[in-house]
């Protein structure tokens, strides 16, 4: 596969997980799953079940829920081809990891950790694929924090595709690469 850096996004249940554990398996080499959840109740210790139930023994997981900028040098160099599942649990985990931060502070550490892991995906050289999740297609959330998530995600996922070799879109269990028909238009004044 010679695409390097890969995002995946869609809805809850779209099957974007899926796609991508799919996606990854098509990777020559040694594979490294990155599980950003938190165990933390019985509900997500199902799903966090269900998920580790699909995935090949061979594959090597790494639990990273805070400081993953930090740790993904060192677990790119353990692997050939990493997914990191998700990012929008992640800078939930992060965003309460950090919840003492004013929001515009908050805001702009979150964007920072994220230009980090890019970074450090990029100059592995390595396929790495990112999985998050598309929040922001519903109705304005009502509290002012739900707002600020939604929002920050939408950023987060700008930046990501901005960088990505592909960007995959998961509708319904039916998945479409959309990065090579994006329509880009000329700067214009305004």
Same mark, same amino acid.
């Given at each position: =596969?010679?695409?390097? #850096?890969?995002?995946?996004?869609?809805?809850?249940?779209?099957?974007?997980? +899926?796609?991508?554990?799919?996606?990854?398996?098509?990777?020559?080499?040694?594979?490294?799953?990155?599980?950003?959840?938190?165990?933390?109740?019985? @509900? =997500?210790?199902?799903?966090?079940?269900?998920?580790?139930?699909?995935? %090949?023994?061979?594959?090597? !997981?790494? @639990?990273? %829920?805070?400081?993953?900028? @930090?740790?993904?040098?060192?677990?790119?160099?353990?692997? +050939?081809?990493?997914?990191?599942?998700?990012?929008?649990?992640?800078?939930?985990?992060?965003?309460?990891?950090?919840?003492?931060?004013?929001? +515009?502070?908050?805001?702009?550490?979150?964007?920072?950790?994220?230009?980090? #892991?890019?970074?450090?995906?990029?100059?592995?050289?390595? !396929?790495?694929?990112?999985?998050?999740?598309?929040?922001?297609?519903?109705?304005?959330? =009502?509290?002012? #924090?739900?707002?600020?998530?939604?929002?920050?995600?939408?950023? =987060?996922?700008?930046?990501?595709?901005?960088?990505? +070799?592909?960007?995959?879109?998961?509708?319904?269990?039916?998945?479409?690469?959309?990065?090579?028909?994006?329509? #880009?238009?000329?700067?214009?004044?305004?």
């Amino acid at each position: =596969m010679e695409k390097r #850096l890969i995002l995946v996004t869609g809805g809850a249940r779209s099957g974007k997980s +899926d796609f991508a554990e799919r996606l990854l398996a098509l990777c020559d080499g040694t594979k490294g799953y990155i599980a950003t959840a938190v165990n933390d109740d019985a @509900e =997500m210790g199902r799903r966090i079940k269900r998920h580790q139930e699909r995935r %090949p023994q061979s594959w090597r !997981t790494f @639990e990273v %829920p805070q400081r993953l900028a @930090e740790r993904l040098p060192q677990i790119l160099t353990a692997v +050939d081809a990493a997914l990191i599942d998700c990012l929008t649990v992640y800078l939930s985990n992060w965003l309460f990891f950090h919840r003492s931060l004013p929001e +515009d502070m908050a805001a702009e550490r979150a964007l920072a950790e994220v230009d980090s #892991l890019l970074a450090a995906a990029a100059a592995s050289g390595k !396929t790495v694929i990112f999985v998050t999740n598309e929040v922001g297609g519903g109705i304005v959330p =009502m509290e002012k #924090l739900s707002r600020f998530y939604r929002d920050l995600s939408g950023l =987060m996922n700008q930046r990501v595709a901005a960088a990505a +070799d592909a960007v995959y879109l998961s509708v319904a269990g039916i998945t479409l690469e959309i990065k090579s028909r994006q329509v #880009l238009l000329p700067e214009a004044e305004r």
